[in-house]
Nanobody, 125 residues
């Protein structure tokens, strides 16, 4: 399984970005895909997750309403739409995949066996 994240960039407060995570090398019907982020000097934190089959989504409570995760099965791609960005959203964003993570562990980085390379999002005020 390979994951390729893209879409990061430098934006201003209040702007929007859409990140993409293209998955390849497997069939993903039983997978969960998660987006995580890691700011300098901080631990990696959960942003959002989606079940590939059925599209059930989960969000970090602090990000609900601003971030939306979705997937396009035909393109093997998971998206993270980020609106009303704030400087505190500055981080490297990673996508991750697992066929074994249970729902209660969807926000735990160690539950995922496959990771993309990360894409940097910088939000300036």
């Amino acid at each position: 399984v390979q994951l390729q994240a893209s879409g990061g960039g430098s934006v201003l407060t209040g702007d929007s970005l859409r990140l993409s995570c293209v998955a390849s090398g497997g069939t993903f019907s039983g997978y969960k895909i998660g987006w995580f982020r890691q700011a300098p000097g901080k631990e990696r934190e959960f942003v959002a997750g989606i079940r590939w089959g059925g599209g059930i989504t989960t969000y970090a409570d602090s990000l609900k309403g601003r971030f939306t995760i979705s997937r396009d099965i035909t393109k093997s791609t998971v998206y993270l739409q980020m609106n009303s960005l704030e400087p505190e959203d500055t981080a490297v964003y990673y996508c991750a995949a697992s066929s074994r993570v249970i729902q209660s562990q969807i926000g735990v980085p160690s539950s995922y066996g496959y990771w993309g390379q990360g894409t940097l999002v910088t939000v300036s005020s």
